[in-house]
């Protein structure tokens, strides 16, 4: 293999995705990446050594070996390591140009034209150790926009940083739709305030709920009486801080029977494997998908609402992608900024090579919430 192979008509089109050579010259040596031409000649030739490691299963003896076999650079291990802990704010500033260039695409029929932007997290573990164990995961925030199927924000922290709804920018008009561990009430007003609308799966005990007077409301109280619905929709408030009410709507739709056994049994294995006793509540309220939002009644009927909260899913089709499809996993060593180098690596491989994937998805069919 010589170096003017690796200059093929794929590698040439990434670059133009990524701002052509000129622009990804000047960033490197702008952010300091990339300093002086010494062992790598340029900074295309170290985004590329770059990729090939993080990207690929050699490790730092086998990827310098490759890259003086193929004409691509000549410099050891070490210094390539070094190469790799200097990358970090060049690769954010490649991964928010692609996600910047992604944004803008058709909007939803059914949510009136307004975006749909889902929130969640993913954990990776740290080299040498598993999720369990404290300190052991990297976690990987993310918003996804529908319809464009398109990420449009990641955040990289490690575990000591817990997940925020508001963790990314709203975009005002946008419908953020999220899971039960986003039930935040002070984070849900500032979205709010900000000219945005939630969609929130809320557990049973997960808030101060509160009525319009700010009695408290007794949820599982609701479902029991609704024994006989199948829906509940009504006005609902929850407390933040300094009890600051916040009007929300309540949203609520019994499960068919065989989702609901099966979510009874799975609250049962859950008790049993953590040696906890199962509150008769927690019970009533497997029965139900339970949400929350602040969209009104009139532009968005009870069954709007679920199917927003629906979509979700295809967030978490997108961390497969990213972990399966990509090929993210444990980033090797101990070196953090090598570690987040190789998590921002697959962060741009996802975004050059999620339009495919939305192409080949197109409108296939949504499973029911759970």
């Not at 817990?162 to 984070?187: F, H, K, M, S, T």
């Amino acid at each position: 293999m010589t170096h003017e192979s690796l200059l093929n008509a794929g590698w040439l089109s990434t670059l133009d995705r990524l701002g052509g050579a000129e622009q990804l010259e000047t960033e490197a040596r702008e952010v300091g990446a990339f300093r002086r031409a010494r062992e790598v000649k340029c900074a295309v030739d170290l985004l590329r050594l770059t990729l090939a490691y993080c990207l690929g299963s050699m490790g730092l003896r086998l990827t310098a070996a490759w890259a003086e076999a193929s004409g691509l650079a000549i410099l050891s291990n070490v210094a390539l390591l070094q190469r790799l802990r200097n990358m970090v704010a060049w690769l954010e500033v490649l991964v928010a140009r692609l996600l910047t260039s992604s944004n803008g695409g058709p909007r939803v029929a059914a949510a009136t034209g307004r975006p749909i932007r889902i929130v969640d997290a993913t954990v990776v573990s740290k080299a040498g150790r598993d999720k369990s164990s404290a300190g052991g995961v990297w976690r990987v925030y993310a918003v996804f926009d529908l319809p464009s199927e398109r990420f449009s924000a990641f955040e990289l922290t490690d575990e000591s940083e817990g997940e925020c709804l508001d963790r990314a920018a709203v975009v005002p008009g946008e419908i953020r739709v999220a899971d039960r561990a986003y039930l935040q009430p002070d984070r849900i007003a500032r979205v709010l305030d900000h000219g945005a609308d939630v969609v929130i799966r809320a557990p049973w005990n997960g808030a101060r709920w509160v009525d319009a007077e700010g009695n408290a409301v007794n949820l599982i109280d609701l479902l029991k009486t609704a024994r006989g619905k199948r829906k509940i929709d009504r006005p609902i408030c929850i407390n933040g801080a300094a009890n600051q009410s916040i009007p929300l709507r309540l949203v609520a739709i019994r499960k068919p029977k065989e989702a609901a056994e099966a979510a009874i049994a799975k609250v049962k294995s859950t008790a049993k494997r953590k040696q906890q006793k199962l509150q008769p509540s927690t019970l009533v309220a497997a029965e139900w998908l339970i949400l929350i939002t602040s969209l009104s009644s009139q532009s968005f009927s009870t069954d709007d609402v679920a199917d927003l909260y629906r979509s979700r899913w295809r967030i978490e089709i997108a961390f497969k992608h990213l972990k399966s499809g990509a090929g993210l996993v444990r980033p090797p060593g101990e070196d953090v900024a090598v570690a987040k180098t190789h998590i921002l690596c697959h962060l741009l491989m996802i975004l050059l090579t999620e339009p495919l994937l939305a192409e080949q998805l197109g409108d296939s069919p949504r499973p029911a919430a759970a």
